[in-house]
């Protein structure tokens, strides 16, 4: 019985996530248009690129470790919800315990590791490579 409510809870918690609305800017008058003509106009002054044309190999590479790195954070919520459920199905086994609060700590410390690797790569990208 309580596999069956574990499992029905999850997948009730699935599919809400599943079914987060996306929002999509249809027409040209709508506000986040607006929003989105002023912030081109204003990186346009900054001296930004703002043609989606044009892509610079700084740009590629930037999307591309920047979408690593969020894989990398996706990552750690999976470990420590993994590890979390470990904790609490370990009903006070010793080894359980163990192996679940190593995990956790394993899975810090990649945070930390891809937080910091994160702060290098920005602060590489917006002041040398860009400048």
């Known amino acids: 019985m309580k596999k069956i409510i574990t ?22 008058d709508a506000p986040e248009n607006k ?3 002023r912030l081109t106009n204003v990186a346009k002054e900054g001296g930004f690129q703002t043609d989606a044309n044009v892509a610079s190999t700084p740009i590629i590479i930037g999307t591309i470790i920047g979408a690593f790195l969020g894989f990398l954070g996706i990552t ?7 590890a979390g459920f470990g904790y609490m199905r370990a009903r006070g086994n010793e080894e359980e315990i163990k192996k679940a609060v190593a995990s956790i ?6 945070l930390v590791i891809s937080m910091s690797a994160y702060a290098v790569w920005n602060f590489i990208f917006r002041n040398l490579i860009i400048k």
């Open 35 to 37: 929003l989105l003509n």
């Open 105 to 110: 700590r394993e899975a810090i410390i990649g």
């Open 7 to 28: 499992a029905a809870i999850a997948s009730l918690f699935l599919c809400g996530l599943l079914s987060a609305p996306v929002n999509v800017a249809a027409q040209t």
């Open 76 to 82: 750690f919520i999976v470990i420590m919800i993994i």
